[in-house]
């Protein structure tokens, strides 16, 4: 393992310790995403033109602006919303279910967010230090890929946040929130695919495992943190509305809204 590698990983650890610090003095979850994004920015920056990467080639500073691109925007994106006040429904959903022990399991679960990052972040560097000659076709696809996801993920911020401010209590439906319920989520994880496409060489076995970051954010996203317990609150306080909301609207891929709910299948109950 490259030596300063190892370091940055630590970093990422250190760093989410701190969010958890800064949580407990404020209350507000919202500065723990924030202070992750921009962790797993400065990571990504320091493994794509870190000392034992060599000296910075044309690759190597494209990814580190890319990365950076995409730390800056979410975090500050994450950050103003955590100016507005308010906990994040999903972390007080999980301080009301953990009680007493929710420090402690607050703890552990940014720690996981850390070993999260470790895995972004090696995505990160094996794009970084592909050693094909620069550009080449992955690099003009991959590049585009995360500018795509980049002003999507801003796009479907944006439409929400003007939404939310016009129609209080409503469920968003409009814009790319028409074609997924989550297309912020999409775009997140479309990213991600993004450094996949540039570590991509199949004269070096080990890009692949930069597919370990698409299929991490996917897990995480889909199945973990972020749709669940998200859809979990907006049913408890939109009820039928966003039911509603389910019934037509695909959960995470962009899809045309069906006009009518999916009937369940013969022989299985609804």
Request: glycine fraction near 10%; hydrophobic fraction near 55%.
């Amino acid at each position: 393992m490259p030596a300063a590698l190892p370091w940055i990983f630590a970093g990422l650890f250190a760093a989410m310790a701190v969010a958890w610090v800064v949580q407990r003095l404020t209350g507000n979850s919202g500065w723990v995403d924030t202070i992750w994004s921009f962790a797993t920015g400065a990571g990504g920056i320091a493994a794509a033109i870190g000392p034992d990467a060599g000296p910075p080639g044309l690759r190597q500073i494209v990814v580190a602006v890319l990365i950076a691109l995409w730390a800056g925007r979410l975090g500050l994106h994450i950050a103003d919303r955590a100016r507005g006040g308010g906990d994040d429904p999903r972390y007080a959903a999980m301080a009301k279910q953990w009680g007493k022990a929710w420090p402690l399991y607050l703890f552990v679960f940014l720690e996981i967010q850390a070993a999260a990052s470790v895995v972004l972040v090696l995505a990160v560097r094996l794009a970084a230090t592909n050693p094909a000659p620069f550009p080449a076709a992955t690099d003009i696809a991959g590049i585009g890929l995360l500018v795509v996801a980049v002003v999507g993920e801003g796009v479907a911020d944006t439409q929400l946040r003007r939404f939310s401010s016009m129609h209080k209590g409503a469920v968003c439906d409009v814009g790319l929130w028409r074609w997924s319920r989550h297309p912020n989520y999409f775009f997140e994880w479309l990213g991600w695919c993004a450094w996949a496409v540039i570590a991509f060489n199949s004269a070096h076995p080990l890009s692949y495992a930069a597919l370990g970051a698409p299929a991490l954010m996917y897990v995480l996203l889909v199945h973990v943190s972020g749709i669940p317990p998200l859809e979990a609150h907006m049913v408890a306080t939109r009820g039928e509305r966003f039911r509603a909301y389910q019934a037509t609207t695909s959960a995470f891929f962009p899809a045309p809204r069906r006009t009518r709910p999916l009937s369940p299948k013969p022989g299985k109950s609804s």
